[in-house]
């Protein structure tokens, strides 16, 4: 992941006063032209992809409009869908996701970037990669066969007996719903925080922590008070990026989180979520109006993601630039 | 010392050693994922489980000979049809284009790095899978193949961009055309770092369960040919762990232990190759 996080400049190509005629002697011009059909073709396919999604779910977009978003009832024999069940689950486990996962990952990542020696740092560092490389299949496998179990015996009794009162934790223990597939989620996204982060924390100037130690600061109210907000739009942006992954995310979720299209204040409910109905319902999808349905939810999820990841890459590079720039 | 101070520190204190507990909470996640996989997984990884075909519900052994050659053929074709893409739009990227294409094709790639891997499967079954209204190997292939373009692109480009300039003015101003600049002198100087973003897309689409739903679909036997529905070992694991089969759930364990092996390895090999830990025999 570090590999694609940061861009080295260095200057453009080198530039060429010879004639087309040379150039295309040489088969400079072939060089290019058959290289710039692979790139265009990167271009093509993506615009392929919105463009597929788009005219895929025509039918569903006019026959339901904004109703699809507000209403629950998902009937594929009288062709009714609303998506609301699942743009619902989808955002609540979402959110559970981060709940855990952002304190805990940039915890470690103030650990890694500030504390640890270098040497420590770069190989935890290694581990969180190799973390991040483990497929989300796997994690379904665990949920299901270790958290589920867990959640069922453990959590969610401890959790009604103690915050009961709450109308966040009632209901039946399944094991499965909002509250196992959100700690499952925050898991997987874990190691995405820890490594932005990181980044965004070792390039904040190092003359910003000794400039608030030499003031008498401890070493937390140097890391906290200085450097956290010095990276903060950056740390942010590792939160939305994880944001992202949460919220696409398909397989981990579909295995834990119960799919029961429900509605429900409980996190111990089992529910829904977009991406896990479309992998659940996709093949058996009876008619065009369902499918269409089916994939008017990946245009939705394809746009959350979109906003989220553009919005992400904004924050990063801009703190890089801060970092790097004060340098100088 | 003040009682002030001391509080100070105290907190100083308290608050950096919890971060140095979620660091150890984060990594030794890892190490559970592993462990599980081992103690569940470990004794179920036989030679029939490489062999064999799955077997009827009921019959206990059996293996997931199918999976592993479709799984195979699948990231075969995803190479052949990604890596090319990203490997050559990265060269244009860094070596012959103007700004204002390069931020559309760069742009491009990042929308398509970001999205989640289910849409991608929809995108691969409504351009292959429904025209021919055939489930197909082609079709996964085709998916996982679209997933490793913008991860081969951007890190190719990356690489290509960190070749030092000066190389190219030499090769240049022996007389070398540009063409034959990228191809003896800037590729092969970065060719451990494209190497290692080859294999690292490689890994990372060798895990992907959902874009193969409903593309390759699943098989429980031999796929018929590439045109036909195939097995993959995520999609075998995904079916096989919620299935409520004792000796399923032993092989789902034995398939994720595989997996993973493969993919850590891969992973680690990937980034020894870029830290020059392994020496590569370049022709």
Known sequence: MAITTTIVPTAGPVAGSRSFLSRLREGDEIARMITFLFAASVVLVTVLLVFELWQGSVLARHKFGFNFFHTSVWDPIFEQFGALPFIYGTLVTAAVALLIAVPLGIGAAIFLAELAPARVSDTLEFFIDLLAAVPSVIYGVLGVFIIVPLMRQYVHPALKHSLGFLPLFQGPAYGVGFLTAGIVLAIMVIPYIISVSREVLLSVPRDQREAALSLGATRWESTWKVVVPFARAGIFGSIFLALARALGETMAVTMVIGNTPTISASLLSPGYSIAAVIANEFTEATGELHTQSLIELGLVLFILTFLLNGFARLLIVATSKRGSGARA | ?283
Not at chain 2, 239 to 245: F, H, I, N, R
């Open chain 2, 1 to 283: 010392m003040s009682l002030r101070l001391r509080w100070r520190k105290f907190v100083s204190g308290f608050m950096l050693t919890m971060t140095g507990v979620c660091a150890l909470v984060a990594v030794s996640v890892l190490f559970l994922i592993l462990g599980y996989l081992a103690i569940h997984g470990g004794a179920s990884v036989n030679w029939n489980f490489f062999t064999k075909l799955p077997v009827p519900v009921g019959e206990t052994g059996g293996g997931m000979a199918n999976a592993i050659l479709g799984s195979a053929k699948m990231l075969l074709l995803a190479t052949l049809f990604g890596v090319p893409i990203g490997f050559f739009g990265a060269i244009y990227l860094a070596e012959f284009s103007g700004s204002t294409t390069a931020f559309f094709v760069r742009y491009a790639a990042d929308l398509l790095n970001g999205v989640p891997s289910i849409v991608i499967g929809i995108f691969a079954y409504s351009l292959v899978v429904h025209p021919f209204r055939q489930y197909s190997t082609l079709a996964g292939g085709f998916a996982l193949g679209l997933m490793m373009i913008p991860i081969t692109l951007r890190s190719t480009e990356e690489f290509l961009r960190g070749v030092p300039n000066p190389l190219r003015e030499a090769a240049m101003a022996l007389g070398a055309s540009k063409w034959k600049t990228i191809a003896t002198v800037i590729v092969p100087a970065a060719y451990r770092g494209i190497l290692t973003a080859i294999l690292l897309a490689f890994a990372r689409v060798a895990g992907e369960t959902a874009p193969l739903l409903f593309t390759a679909l699943g098989n429980q036997f031999w796929s018929p040919g590439w045109t036909h529905p195939t097995a993959s070992l995520p999609v075998m694991i995904y079916t096989y762990a919620l299935a409520p089969y004792d000796d399923w759930h032993r092989q789902a364990w034995a398939a994720g232990l595989v997996l993973l092996v493969l993919i850590l390895v891969i992973n680690i090999v990937a980034r020894a190759i870029l830290s020059r830990g392994i020496a590569v025999p370049r022709s």
